[in-house]
Nanobody, 121 residues
Framework: QVQLVESGGGLVQPGGSLRLSCAAS????????MGWYRQAPGKQRELVAT???????NYEDSVKGRFTISRDNAKNTVYLQMNSLKPEDTAVYYC???????????????WGKGTLVTISS
């Protein structure tokens, strides 16, 4: 059984910062790519940022230069540092990870339950 648990969401004023964390736990053999997605009210879930096991990152255009994704492989944790937040960043943020649970077999995607980020004055 694998679980992803996000934390760090909340209410912040425009221009503020938040740091999201997502810890993976359970019967984990390897974690490959990890990432953050978000879903705003009335919109589809969209990619925010991803990071490979080797540290290669990818960002959605609207967050480039403002958000930074990082990971601690020893802690099976991925982070999202969000700066210069805007009202349009308001969404539920979901953690995603490509995880292999055994020495044999392939990997699959796991999702957290999400953490709400609200940007409002």
């Amino acid at each position: 059984q694998v679980q992803l648990v996000e934390s760090g969401g909340g209410l912040v004023q425009p221009g503020g910062s938040l740091r999201l964390s997502c810890a993976a736990s359970g019967s984990i053999f390897s974690i490959y790519a990890m990432g953050w997605y978000r879903q705003a009210p009335g919109k589809q879930r969209e990619l925010v940022a991803t990071i490979t096991s080797g540290g290669r990152t990818n960002y959605e255009d609207s967050v480039k230069g403002r958000f930074t994704i990082s990971r601690d492989n020893a802690k099976n944790t991925v982070y999202l540092q969000m700066n210069s937040l805007k009202p349009e960043d308001t969404a539920v943020y979901y953690c995603n990870a490509d995880i292999r649970v055994g020495a044999l077999g392939g990997s699959r995607d796991y999702w957290g339950k999400g953490t709400l980020v609200t940007i409002s004055s």
